[in-house]
């Protein structure tokens, strides 16, 4: 099964970014996209994010050999719904949300008979629209298959090979533990940035601009993640409740555990954890995660 044109369907930073990839490291596939926002396609068309910006999602699909809904995972049975009429009998329909298993459960019911395969690449920014985009956005990070039960092994392969060819790496993954697993590596960190930078612009002992101006204290770097795309989180949270909800309980348990070595004095308690989350950031480092250089690479003034 040989990938020759793709449809990209959303072109904000996921759809851009795909685009601009395909571009740069597998120019020899042909890329159309479509998005509901003709701003967006205009502005897409500006950047040159696909090859064709289409005015119709059902031109956009037309002789895709695979089609990447790159919308809010709430919005995935509507992108599905709109291509459906203009879709090639054996195209793959493939996704980049971030949970899977309801995502799954849209497209399947939207395109009963497809071929599906769903996917999460692991990789992105708090940025988002047309102008967000970038071609090494998947380079050196993960791409995880979810292929439901009876998957057509060579359209997983083909798939797979997409992904490899712009610089991902893939694993495939069940549905459902590819949500518990996002829950912990992504869903909760940025309920826990949104909740620490919404609990500090609701203090009122501390004013907002004590806040903002001695943030370089830690608070900044949770600002970052809480300005992601709020229509995007909050799709996640609706979509990968059950995941979230299991996983915030032992936040919780956890985060309890340390309020009362805090107040007892526990200093032990306070030293291990930190001791062990200081190895877990220099397992991300070596296995190429993030950037090795302190403060996260930011620079400074001498
Ligand atoms: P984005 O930059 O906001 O782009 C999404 C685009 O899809 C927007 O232009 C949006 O238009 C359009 N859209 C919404 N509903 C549509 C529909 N029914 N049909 C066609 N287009 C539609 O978002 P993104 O960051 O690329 O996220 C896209 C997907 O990637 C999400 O499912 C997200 O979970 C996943 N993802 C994101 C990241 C990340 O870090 N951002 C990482 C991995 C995966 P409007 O503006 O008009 O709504």
């Not at 509507?78 to 195209?91: E, F, N, Q, T, V």
């Not at 949970?99 to 497809?114: E, I, Q, T």
């Not at 826990?192 to 101006?213: F, N």
Request: charged letters at 20%; aromatic letters at 6%.
């Amino acid at each position: 099964m040989t990938i020759a044109r793709v449809a990209i369907i959303g072109l904000g930073l996921l759809g851009g970014s795909i685009g601009l990839a395909v571009k740069a490291r597998a120019p020899h596939i042909a890329t159309t996209g479509w998005d509901r926002d003709v701003s967006v396609r205009e502005r897409a068309s500006a950047r040159g994010l696909v090859g064709t910006v289409c005015d119709t999602p059902e031109g956009a699909v037309a002789d895709a050999d695979l089609v990447i809904l790159c919308v809010p995972v709430g919005a995935m049975g509507d992108a599905a719904r709109a291509i459906a009429p203009g879709l090639a009998p054996d195209a793959i329909i493939s996704d980049v949300g971030s949970s899977k298993a309801a995502v799954a459960d849209a497209l399947a019911a939207a395109l009963p008979g497809a071929c599906i395969i769903p996917a999460h690449p692991v990789a992105g920014t708090e940025q988002s629209g047309p102008e967000a985009g970038f071609a090494t956005l998947f380079a050196g990070r993960w791409c995880i298959l979810t292929p439901p039960e009876g998957a057509d092994p060579a359209a997983v392969a083909a798939l797979s090979d997409f992904w490899t060819q712009l610089g991902s790496k893939v694993e495939l993954m069940d549905a459902a533990h590819h949500d518990l697993v996002l829950a912990v590596t992504s869903h909760i960190p940025h309920l826990i940035a949104y909740t620490i930078v919404g609990t500090a612009s609701d203090l009122e002992d501390v004013t907002q601009s004590e806040v903002i101006k001695y943030s370089a204290g830690g608070f900044r770097d949770f600002t970052r993640i809480a300005a992601s795309d709020p229509v995007m989180w909050r799709d996640v949270f609706l979509t990968n409740k059950g995941a979230v909800l299991e996983m915030l309980g032992r936040f919780t348990e956890d985060l309890t555990a340390l309020q009362r070595a805090i107040r007892s004095g526990d200093g032990d308690t306070l030293f291990d954890l930190f001791t062990r989350t200081r190895a877990i950031r220099r397992a991300v480092i070596e296995q190429g995660q993030d950037d090795e250089r302190p403060d996260f690479g930011r620079e400074h003034g001498q």
